[in-house]
């Protein structure tokens, strides 16, 4: 099956420094890619909906300013976690979607901010 | 390492009738599952979950059974719509998530 490389798998970093987590479509070509947040013990959150060479659509409460998403290939997606905080410590994962019906979700970041 | 296994990627059945999608996962430290269901160019929705101190969670149509010592879980639609045609995946949780790899469903009119 189709393959989605999430890179990296786990990040520590220091408040107020900026993260960037990549989500890659290994053998085939995402025209949207989604990016979510999961907090512990609870489902995912959807935070963005990803368009190759658009800008991204944001969910209701997510600071576009603070998480940027980029997608700017049809096989790269990156989301940047700008001046992190501790709170935007969680784990976000990515899917990647092939020809609008199928959706192969990356391994996952587990980002801490100390 | 696939940790969560979805061994059907797909499933037909009647309208009416029962689909019951399974899911079998490695991991004895996962305490928390999910089943997500995605549309076609959508991103997954969230479904029903089920913690491992439970065997059996109830939600309308669906049901989700946890059966730990043989690590498996499978997601119960009764009865089956035409609307419930879709991709489903199952989810397992410790720290991280881990989703299966999906089953399409699709239930015939």
């Known amino acids: 099956g189709a393959v989605v490389s999430q890179h990296p798998s786990r990040v520590i970093c220091k408040s107020g420094t900026s993260v960037k987590i990549e989500c890659r479509s290994l053998?085939?070509?995402?025209?949207?890619m989604f990016w979510y947040r999961q907090f512990p013990k609870q489902s995912l959150m959807l935070m963005a909906t990803?368009?190759?060479?658009?800008?991204?659509?944001?969910e209701q409460g997510v600071e576009k300013d603070k998480f940027l998403i980029n997608h700017a290939s049809l096989t790269l997606s990156t989301l940047t976690v700008t001046s992190a905080h501790p709170e935007d410590s969680s784990f976000y994962i990515c899917?990647?979607?092939?020809?609008?019906?199928?959706?192969?979700f990356g391994q996952g970041t587990r980002l801490t901010v100390v | 390492d696939q940790q969560v296994k979805q061994n059907s990627p797909s499933l037909s059945v009647q309208e009416g009738r029962i689909s019951i999608l399974n899911c079998d996962y490695t991991n004895s430290m996962f305490d928390y599952f999910l089943w997500y269901k995605k549309y076609p160019a959508e991103g997954p929705t969230f479904l029903i979950s089920?913690?491992?101190?439970?065997d059996k969670n109830e939600d309308g149509r669906f049901t989700v059974f946890l059966n730990k010592s043989a690590k498996h879980l499978s997601l119960h639609i009764v009865p089956s719509q035409p609307g419930d045609s879709a991709v489903y995946f199952c989810?397992?949780?410790?720290?991280?998530?881990?989703f299966g790899a999906g089953t399409r469903l699709t239930v015939k009119p």
């Open positions: 089920i913690s491992s101190i439970k």
């Open positions: 990803s368009n190759e060479g658009s800008k991204a659509t944001y």
């Open positions: 899917s990647a979607h092939l020809r609008g019906t199928e959706a192969f």
């Open positions: 053998d085939f070509q995402a025209t949207t």
């Open positions: 989810a397992a949780n410790d720290n991280d998530m881990r």
